[in-house]
């Protein structure tokens, strides 16, 4: 069955760090992997995904994320981060070509001045 | 993308009532989905609604209690029916578009007292 995995429940980092959140992914075939991102009383907005192609995959807002399918992973990066970045993070699977996703259960992040 | 519109964005609700959500996207969809977000968790899939048939539930989630109506390519309704406190959540609907993208809308949090 598929399935999303994210290791860290809760990161701090300071502003102007790097970033770096953890995806993992359980998938018969070759996936369709997304992360959202939701901040407090939102909805979710999507910040990148990958169906195919470039393993590195360039985001809204400065994110990009890069897939492996070896380790099979897919996880999110940010070279510094602004304190406006300060939210919870979805990796999502795709199940086949649907719209349907599973999710990972969040990250949530800090950001300390 | 797509804009969703959800309503309402926020309810408290007794016990033993229903409430129904409704979801409007600016444009005709062929798959629509509803998520719930339980506090401190992610998001689970509750059912698949295409316009025409019957929605399609996942594990755990009966249509007894939570009955959706897909009249058409733009709306759908959720109803939360004979809520209890473990129904506190945020509901948030989805739509599809193209291959293996969902755009959601702001959710709808609901408290059950």
């Known amino acids: 069955a598929q399935s999303v995995t994210q290791p860290d429940i809760h990161i701090t980092v300071s502003e102007g760090a790097s970033l770096e959140l953890r995806c993992n992914y359980s998938?018969?075939?070759?996936?369709?992997l997304f992360w959202y991102v939701q901040s407090p009383g939102q909805g979710l907005q999507l910040l990148l995904k990958y169906f195919s192609g470039d393993t590195l995959v360039q985001g809204i807002k400065g994110f990009e994320a890069e897939f492996k399918r070896s380790q099979s992973s897919f996880n999110l990066r940010k070279p510094s981060v602004h304190w406006s970045d300060a939210a919870e993070y979805f990796c999502a699977v795709g199940a086949g070509a649907t719209n349907k996703l599973i999710f990972g259960t969040g990250t949530l992040l800090a950001v300390q001045p | 993308s797509a804009v969703i519109s959800q309503k309402p964005s926020r309810d408290i609700c007794q016990r033993g009532t229903s409430l129904t959500i409704q979801c409007q996207v600016d444009?005709?969809?062929?798959?629509m989905f509803w998520y719930r977000q339980q506090p401190g968790q992610s998001l689970t899939l509750i059912a698949t609604?295409?316009?025409?048939?019957?929605?399609?539930?996942e594990s755990g989630f009966v249509i007894d209690k939570f009955p959706i109506s897909r009249p058409n390519l733009t709306f759908s309704t959720l109803t939360v029916s004979n809520m209890s406190p473990e129904d506190s959540s945020i509901y948030l609907c989805?739509?599809?578009?193209?291959?293996?993208?969902?755009?959601f809308g702001q959710g709808t949090r609901l408290t059950v007292v």
């Open positions: 998938y018969g075939a070759t996936p369709y």
């Open positions: 989805s739509v599809g578009r193209g291959v293996a993208e969902a755009f």
């Open positions: 609604a295409n316009q025409g048939s019957e929605a399609t539930y």
């Open positions: 444009s005709q969809v062929t798959m």
